[in-house]
């Protein structure tokens, strides 16, 4: 069992920056690909960021060149830094974790707000 708390969100003006972090508890954290997802009032959830437990990294189109993932292994925590935000970046963020052999060991977390306005 993995439990995953994010932190991190609040409000923020446009072109602004905020990190997110999601703390996972539990073991054996590297073996889990890690995700960042959101949501926004009235859409579907959509993958923000993946990184893999080797590292290996992709993004939404429309976060790219933007938002950065990474993970720290050692903290058993995973990163969402997210410059140059706009205000169709508002939304819930959720922190996931899949583990790589067995993708039915399927994680969430919370949820965090990001609000980007003025």
């Known amino acids: 069992q993995v439990q995953l708390v994010e932190s991190g969100g609040g409000l923020v003006q446009p072109g602004g920056s905020l990190r997110l972090s999601c703390a996972a508890s539990?073991?054996?954290?590297?073996?889990?690909?890690m995700g960042w997802y959101r949501q926004a009032p009235g859409k579907q959830r959509e993958l923000v960021a993946h990184i893999t437990r080797g590292g290996s990294t992709n993004y939404a189109d429309s976060v790219k060149g933007r938002f950065t993932i990474s993970r720290d292994n050692t903290k058993s925590t995973v990163y969402l830094q997210m410059n140059g935000l706009k205000p169709e970046d508002t939304a819930v963020y959720y922190c996931?974790?899949?583990?790589?052999?067995?993708?039915?060991?399927?994680?969430w977390g919370q949820g965090t707000q990001v609000t980007v306005s003025s």
């Open positions: 996931n974790a899949v583990h790589s052999a067995f993708a039915t060991m399927n994680y």
């Open positions: 539990g073991n054996f954290f590297s073996n889990y690909n």
